[in-house]
């Protein structure tokens, strides 16, 4: 996806380091260092779209296929100063439509549940919503005891 204010380059793969980078400048929803690490390893060799801005890249987001009809948003960061601009919905939408090509049928998403009630996972969920993904199921202790895992999906084909 390209507009005059930004572009959404991919699917790529090695840009891990690239991402890491981005997931440490948010310490609200990335602050544990080991998962930052990991995040970083995984992202290499995941179906990434990065989103730059004037030549910058802002934000990406990474894709984990599961089954042929089945896909996962499986991390988006977007740095701090490019938020509430309208990239992630556009990220998602262009994700979106390179998944129905795929003729991928549902996506997914993982998100901290509501039960934590913590307000940054709050306008994540909030901003799932928006986008049509509704909450299938919170997993208590998928992440351990104090972090409960709400996993929603949206039908795209």
């Not at 380091?17 to 930052?36: A, H, N, S, V």
């Amino acid at each position: 996806m390209k507009s005059d204010y930004f572009s959404i380059v991919g699917p790529v793969l090695n840009s891990g380091k690239e991402c890491e980078k981005i997931l440490r400048q948010l310490p609200e929803w990335f602050g544990d260092e080991q998962t930052m690490i990991d995040y970083g390893i995984e992202i290499d060799g995941l179906p990434t779209f990065m989103i730059n801005m004037h030549h910058q890249v802002c934000g990406f987001i990474s894709l984990k296929m599961h089954y042929k009809e089945s896909a996962e948003l499986y991390v988006l960061g977007i740095l701090p100063e490019y938020h509430h601009q309208g990239l992630g919905r556009a990220a998602v939408e262009s994700v979106t439509e390179y998944c129905r090509n795929q003729g991928i049928e549902y996506l997914q998403i993982k998100t901290l549940g509501p039960a934590t009630n913590w307000p940054s996972y709050e306008s994540t969920r909030r901003f799932y919503l928006s986008l049509g993904f509704r909450p299938l199921e919170e997993f208590p202790t998928l992440w351990g005891p104090n972090c409960p895992c709400l996993q929603m999906i949206k039908k795209i084909l």
